[in-house]
């Protein structure tokens, strides 16, 4: 299993006749064992791969948190709230991103 994820530009990711992959397209890929990328274009074609193999394990997710049972994801946002167990900074960290952004 991969993922693709195009940062800049356009490309083919696959086969050769496939449709062209466009900035900020995701793309799922099955297995396999190997990515073929051509740029047919003058401009930069950039992305990012992430493949792995599968963990067949479970998932259980809510919110921004994933983990494997229920009861850690419970746990993960006592953590959060109480800002311990890796979460001491998040009390008065801000985002850069968010500046200028209201809710």
């Known amino acids: 299993m991969s993922v693709v ?3 800049e530009g356009e490309g083919v990711i ?3 006749k ?14 396999g064992d190997g990515l ?6 003058s ?16 998932v259980v997710q809510q919110g921004p948190f994933v983990m494997n049972t229920k009861e850690q994801i419970e ?4 953590d959060f ?6 979460f ?6 801000k985002s850069e991103n968010a500046r200028g952004f209201s809710h």
């Open 14 to 16: 696959g086969k050769k």
């Open 81 to 86: 709230h109480s800002y311990t167990n890796g």
């Open 43 to 58: 401009k930069p074609f950039k992305f990012v791969l992430i493949a792995g193999q599968p963990l067949n394990e479970p």
């Open 75 to 78: 746990k993960t946002f006592r």
């Open 5 to 7: 994820y195009v940062l």
């Open 88 to 93: 001491q900074r998040a009390k008065t960290w």
């Open 18 to 31: 496939s449709s062209p992959a466009k900035l900020y397209t995701l793309l799922l890929l099955g297995s």
């Open 36 to 41: 073929e990328a051509w740029n047919k274009s």
